[in-house]
């Protein structure tokens, strides 16, 4: 009984890891670790965990990340925790690209508050608040949130100004549950294409020094090394090729081989312009290639997106098709194997269009990998309330054809399924 008084106002965090989310989860549990903040990373079913921890008499916040092809679990547990636990004691905060894009359709969902955005300094911070009010109500004027008041009013705070990367750890070690993530090398994209939301959630483009992305990776190499013979290093970026670029559309070469050349200093193997951190076509150019030559990937991820200019053009994606054929040259002359990522359906997009891209795709089938993707309107985009191209029945047998004869990959129908879901 002792005990329990004791931790009476106390705040425990729960942090759930799920497969499709968990990249977000590092750098925010090692924000929570920085802050000093008591939490624990569970993973399975929540509600369980949840009642262990009321019932010593702790306040549990529980934190989730929101990504659009995994609403359908988060709804399903957020609905679960809701109709078994009936507790003033229990915050349910979720943040992420889909809360950040659509914050009040996750508050429908059962979160009592969402993180809009950035969530290193602003999950504390509503952390801290919550400890100090104990109550829902009198969370108010955090940049970064959003919430229902005491009347059901929906109330969005000020924005919270970008946060500098080096000044937050994008992993955690020291703990029962460690993670480790690809090292995000920048966030936020100067681009805008009409269909991602990159740029319009984080902005324009902040880099990772060349220092604090080593500074990483001699603790993954320290880390890791003991447990395994081989040491792999990855990176998250929107366009891995424009880490630390001075002028939109032009790779930084400088930087981009101290980066790699640095890396050598350690028994790794580097892999970069691979998922989670494709390239732009256009700087995919003659003096770049050369720095593939010491990472450990032959195949690099390339955004092409569409076969038609005019589509190309609508997206804003600010390069042609010529841009992606160029590409396409450049690697395979160099030995290297694009694989190529395309969106079907895009709005307006017809059917002619459609042909020009699987006919594209075909011929770029014979030397390269192609990645086919389905387009969803995600929140927060410009295109969010816009609705897929259809795609009549010889497109769809045709991608079945191409798929069967392994020239097309991806999750080409889940994404169909997810798109009228959602329509």
């Known amino acids: 009984m002792q005990g329990m008084q004791e931790n009476l106002g106390k705040v425990i965090v729960l942090l759930y890891w799920e497969k499709s989310t968990w990249y977000s989860l590092g750098a925010l549990a090692a924000s929570c670790q920085k802050n000093q903040l008591t939490f624990k990373t569970i993973k399975n079913d929540p509600v369980k965990q949840i009642q262990e921890q009321l019932d010593k008499n702790f306040l549990v916040i529980y934190g989730e990340s929101s990504r659009n092809m995994s609403l359908n679990g ?15 004691r229990l915050f349910i905060i979720v943040g992420g690209p889909h809360a950040s894009g659509d914050p009040q359709s996750i508050l429908d969902m ?12 602003t999950f504390p911070e509503l952390v801290f608040n919550i400890q100090k009010a104990q109550n829902k109500e009198k969370i108010t004027n955090i940049p970064g949130i959003a919430y229902y008041n005491a009347t059901g009013q929906f109330i969005k705070e000020q924005t ?31 681009f805008r294409c009409r269909f991602c939301q990159v740029g319009y959630m984080y902005g ?33 970026a929107p366009n891995s090729l424009g880490y630390m670029e001075k002028k939109r559309g032009q790779a930084n070469t400088d930087a981009l081989f101290n980066l790699v050349k640095r890396l050598k200093k350690y028994d790794i193997r580097s892999f970069f312009g691979t998922f989670p951190s494709e390239v732009r076509p256009e700087y995919i150019t003659p003096d770049i290639l050369s720095l593939f030559d010491n990472l450990e990937n032959k195949t690099v991820s390339v955004g092409f997106q569409s076969g038609s200019d005019r589509v190309l053009r609508y997206m804003h994606r600010g390069h042609t098709v010529s841009d992606g054929l160029n590409a396409q040259d450049y690697l395979t002359s160099y030995g290297l194997t694009p694989l190529f990522d395309f969106l079907l359906g895009a709005p307006s997009e017809t ?6 891209t699987l006919g594209l795709i ?11 993707h389905y387009f969803m309107p995600l929140p927060g985009t ?9 795609l009549d029945k010889n497109i769809i047998a045709e991608i079945g054809r191409l798929a069967r004869v392994e020239i097309i990959t991806g999750e080409f129908a889940k994404q169909i399924q997810f798109s009228n879901e959602n329509d």
């Open 74 to 88: 988060l709804k399903e547990r957020l609905r679960k925790i809701r109709a078994q636990i009936s507790s003033a």
């Open 362 to 372: 075909r011929e770029l089938g014979k030397s390269a990998q192609v990645r086919l």
């Open 160 to 190: 919270r100004s970008p946060i500098v990367l080096d000044n937050y750890c994008p992993y955690l070690d020291n703990t029962s549950f460690p993670l480790h993530p690809p090292i995000e090398l920048m966030r936020g994209c100067a």
């Open 204 to 236: 324009n483009p902040r880099f990772r020094s060349i220092d604090n992305v080593m500074k990483v990776v001699k603790h993954y190499y320290e880390f890791f090394n003991p447990l395994k013979k081989q040491v792999d290093i990855r990176f998250i």
């Open 110 to 121: 059962g979160a009592d508050i969402v993180v809009i955005g950035e969530g290193e300094v």
């Open 382 to 390: 410009p295109w969010a309330n816009y609705s897929p191209s259809p």
């Open 351 to 356: 059917l002619e269009e459609q042909w020009e």
